[in-house]
């Protein structure tokens, strides 16, 4: 089974910057579809992006126009590229790959923590 190491999270005053990277164990270039999602304690996860194979993105409509996730199967990474970062944007983000086509299963890292502060 794919391993996933989550990189790149940290502290960042409002309207900065942050890319997360996500490594692969193993090749992900059969995955149709990875993603990212994050996660506050005391609140459910959220997935905030994903991106299959041929491209397709999605984002949660509260990171539209802010976050861009991008893959590169050859290198085996997910990026998640963040811009105009919110203090409500603070949580641990994971990048995931689902085992089920609902998500309802799925496999992730140990996830990055990102903390959006004045």
């Known amino acids: 089974q794919v391993q996933l190491v989550e990189s790149g999270g940290g502290l960042v005053q409002p309207g900065g910057s942050l890319r997360l990277s996500c490594a692969a164990s193993a090749s992900i270039f059969s995955r149709i579809v990875v993603g990212w999602y994050r996660q506050v304690p005391g609140k459910e996860r959220e997935m905030v992006a994903t991106i299959t194979s041929g491209g397709r993105t999605t984002y949660v409509d509260s990171v539209k126009g802010r976050f861009t996730i991008s893959r590169d199967n050859a290198k085996n990474t997910v990026v998640l590229q963040m811009n105009n970062l919110k203090p409500e944007d603070t949580a641990v983000y994971y990048c995931?790959?689902?085992?089920?086509?609902?998500?309802?299963?799925?496999?992730w890292g140990q996830g990055t923590q990102v903390t959006v502060s004045s």
């Open positions: 995931t790959l689902p085992l089920s086509s609902d998500w309802s299963r799925a496999i």
